[in-house]
């Protein structure tokens, strides 16, 4: 199992820049897939950008070019630089993690952190 902890989310005008954070309990080299989430209100959450395994990335078309996923190993955490910020970037972000328990895979999440782009 793991534990995930963010913050970094908060209020920006468009334009604007935020950095998110997410913490594991344990190392990130023992989880395969890792990286961020978002839900608005009223959609379904999608992918926004993950390390996958053998730290390749996967990123949203939608958010090419200005967010970046990052990580420090040394403190278990995994970074996402949010640049440009839109109003449609508004929505709830979440950490995933995925690790294999066994044969099947285990999706664990964090809290969420608000992320509110004003136009």
């Known amino acids: 199992q793991v534990q995930l902890v963010e913050s970094g989310g908060g209020l920006v005008q468009a334009g604007g820049s935020l950095r998110l954070s997410c913490a594991a309990s344990?190392?990130?080299?023992?989880?395969?897939?890792m990286g961020w989430y978002r839900q608005a209100p009223g959609k379904q959450r999608e992918l926004v950008a993950v390390?996958?395994?053998?730290?390749?990335?996967n990123i949203a078309d939608s958010v090419k070019g200005r967010f970046t996923i990052s990580r420090d190993n040394a403190k278990n955490t995994v970074y996402l630089q949010m640049n440009s910020l839109k109003p449609e970037d508004t929505a709830v972000y979440y950490c995933?993690?995925?690790?294999?328990?066994?044969?099947?895979?285990?999706?664990?999440w964090g809290q969420g952190t608000q992320v509110t782009v004003s136009s």
């Open positions: 995933n993690a995925r690790m294999w328990n066994k044969l099947r895979l285990d999706d664990y």
């Open positions: 344990r190392s990130i080299f023992s989880i395969n897939a």
């Open positions: 390390f996958t395994s053998g730290s390749s990335t």
